[in-house]
């Protein structure tokens, strides 16, 4: 383990997960911002940076970008990472320029890499996947919030009002149910020990499944709390995961869309049901058979949580 993934208890030479995922970030991690002079990027890149995140510098193909609140601009991630030492990006970019973008980003050296951007191709996101794969990077998005290991970084747009250090690691397809669920953690007295959105698109690089090695292995992980949907099966493969990995923490899930109608998309473009695909029933029952507490409410989850810690903290302020 090296002196900044010490900070953190995450051990860089574990590969966990079907596609050896991996997760080293702390405040000592260069991070950059490709599309760092549009609007997203103007204003997410000094507020990553004021969370603790080294924000080392930007991409942008305008001409006349030397730099965004103080933070030197280039004008691809060759040069970037040639002058900063990047490791990761954060790609603010519209859902037609991410494949793009994520491809210069690997051909760089970069070997992670956070989408937000919601809509991205589906097929575009199947050639992202395997290019990543093929990289040994790690893809979090699409539609994303980002992640986070508070009181270290954060890459995304994660608010600062729901993080503070804890022992709860956070799961989510949702950005909204994610946010309120880190606030009401804190106000708990609980926090967060990492936070990672794998987002709500169909096709994406990181899933649920992949994280349940790292979870296990993470050590100041002492709970994980899993924010699904209806829609696909991630939920059920994180389930048989958790089941045939002796995994050994307590896990809390909360389900969203229990009663919308099938064949209509939820809001996230892969929450969706087909009969009895994907449902909420299928979705709970897989988890419960796996150990998981399902509960109805987030404020249900977080009691759920603070008993299974014996941290019955009562609400801040």
């Known amino acids: 383990m090296t002196e900044s993934s010490a900070a953190t208890?995450?051990?860089?030479?574990?590969?966990a997960g079907a596609r050896g995922f991996r997760l080293a970030v702390d405040r000592h991690t260069p991070v950059i911002v490709q599309g760092i002079t549009g609007r997203a990027g103007r204003r997410h890149a000094p507020m990553m940076r004021a969370a603790g995140t080294a924000i080392v510098g930007g991409v942008s193909a305008r001409a006349d970008a030397r730099e965004v609140e103080g933070i030197p601009v280039f004008a691809d991630c060759a040069q970037a990472v040639q002058a900063t030492g990047a490791r990761a990006s954060v790609v603010l970019v519209g859902p037609e320029q991410v494949q793009a973008a994520v491809f210069e980003a690997l051909a760089a050296g970069i070997d992670l890499v956070v989408t937000p951007t919601e809509g991205v191709p589906l097929h575009d996101a199947l050639r992202i996947r395997a290019a990543v794969t093929a990289a040994g990077a790690v893809w979090i998005g699409a539609s994303t919030p980002g992640l986070a290991i508070p009181g270290e970084a954060k890459l995304g747009f994660l608010p600062d009002v729901s993080l503070a250090p804890g022992p709860v690691g956070i799961a989510s397809k949702s950005g909204t149910l994610s946010y309120e669920a880190g606030y009401r953690l804190v106000q708990a007295g609980l926090g967060q020990s990492a936070w990672i959105g794998v987002g709500g698109d169909p096709g994406k690089g990181t899933r649920f499944a992949d994280l349940v090695p790292w979870f296990s292995r993470h050590g100041t992980t002492e709970a994980v709390l899993?924010?699904?949907?209806?829609?696909?099966?991630?939920e059920e493969e994180f389930a048989a995961t958790v089941a045939s990995a002796a995994f050994g923490k307590p896990v809390v899930a909360l389900i969203a869309g229990r009663t919308a109608p099938g064949g209509v998309s939820m809001g996230h473009a892969g929450a969706i049901t087909w009969g009895t695909h994907g449902t909420w029933e299928?979705?709970?029952?897989?988890?419960?058979?796996a150990g998981a507490l399902v509960c109805a409410s987030l404020p249900e989850a977080v009691r759920a949580i603070g008993r299974a810690l014996g941290r019955q903290h009562a609400p801040r302020g």
């Open 282 to 289: 299928a979705k709970r029952d897989a988890l419960e058979r």
């Open 226 to 234: 899993l924010i699904g949907e209806i829609g696909g099966t991630e």
């Open 9 to 15: 208890g995450i051990d860089e030479s574990n590969a």
